[in-house]
């Protein structure tokens, strides 16, 4: 009778490494994937955010420990949660918030790492998290991993619109004034930057966007290309060009990015039938240079 075949237990993870043979490591993994709690890494587009999120979930090192409770630890844990709540209640007064028992399960997340999709450090939530570690500078420990957010994404998918001076604005009123926002569209605007615009629209916030593209109009030519770029890295991403003029703020939502051009960028058609936009770097008058 032939023998079954046998298959290593690395054919399925490189993270259990005290497991004895394939079968304990697929019984193992099947009680991770398939019990009360699911893991899902597709929307992850960086491999190493990918390879954390599996070697945390696989290692179970976010599990709660086998031995007794260090009752000092427990303290310093409850003062993480204290500390955190009372800064909520400062930066977020009259808002609802987690309770001390839900706090409770997000302070011990934080001790190795918080990330997101895209760049923590961009519009996200890293730099509540250093907000946070300020209050208590030496009991946690975070680990900003480095990701793609969305303008870099709506560039590349678009052609090379960040091929020159650029800058990032949100759009969103709700932590910064809008005057605040004013002054650095106008800024932007002389400037002659590409534009990314975060936060440009929502069921509340319906005007600002077409203020800020009134504010640019004096400073870019009708046919400045404008990047609208939505749901971007997921299945329904949508990308697309149009010109300064014809520009539509009602095709805008909370998930879109809106990219102006500079009055140097342009934007052309090729033969796939696609339209590409890219900000010139300058090396044309290199060329023209005998």
């Known amino acids: 009778m032939p023998k079954k075949p046998t298959f290593p237990k690395s054919l399925y993870t490189q993270n259990l490494s005290d497991a004895a043979n394939a079968a304990e490591a697929?019984?193992?993994?099947?009680?991770i994937y398939s019990s009360t709690i699911g893991y899902d890494y597709d929307h992850l587009r960086l491999p190493d955010e990918r390879a954390w999120l599996r070697e945390a979930a696989e290692t179970r090192r976010f599990r709660p420990p086998n031995d007794p409770l260090d009752p000092i630890r427990l303290l310093e844990q409850l003062t993480k949660v204290e500390a955190f709540e009372h800064f909520l209640h400062r930066i977020f007064p009259g808002k609802t918030r987690f309770s001390v028992e839900g706090l409770d399960m997000m302070v011990p997340m934080l001790d190795i790492m918080l990330g997101e999709s895209a760049d923590a450090g961009i519009y996200a939530m890293a730099a509540l998290v250093?907000?946070?570690?300020?209050l208590e500078p030496n009991r946690i420990k975070v680990e900003v991993i480095p990701g793609i957010s969305a303008f870099?994404?709506?560039a590349a998918k678009a052609g090379a619109m960040i091929g020159h001076d650029f800058c990032c604005i949100s759009l969103s009123?709700?932590?910064t004034p809008w005057d605040a926002i004013e002054k650095r569209v106008k800024a932007a605007a002389e400037g002659d930057f590409v534009i990314s615009f975060?936060?440009?629209?929502?069921?509340?916030?319906?005007d600002q966007l077409e203020r800020a593209f009134a504010i640019l109009k004096s400073h870019r030519p009708p046919d400045t290309p404008v990047v609208i770029a939505s749901n971007l890295g997921r299945p329904q991403e949508n990308v697309r060009i149009v010109s300064f003029a014809n520009f539509?703020?009602?095709?805008?939502?909370?998930?879109?990015?809106v990219m102006v051009?500079?009055?140097q960028s342009k934007s052309f058609a090729r033969r796939?039938?696609?339209?590409?936009?890219y900000t010139p770097r300058g090396y044309a008058k290199k060329r023209e240079t005998p």
Do not use: F
Not at 200 to 206: A, Q, Y
Not at 272 to 277: E, I, L, V
């Open 272 to 277: 796939d039938g696609r339209n590409y936009a």
């Open 152 to 154: 870099q994404a709506a």
């Open 198 to 206: 975060y936060n440009p629209r929502s069921l509340k916030r319906r």
């Open 261 to 263: 051009g500079s009055s």
């Open 130 to 134: 250093y907000e946070i570690i300020d």
């Open 26 to 31: 697929i019984n193992r993994l099947r009680e």
């Open 173 to 175: 009123d709700l932590l």
């Open 248 to 257: 539509n703020p009602d095709e805008v939502d909370m998930l879109t990015l």
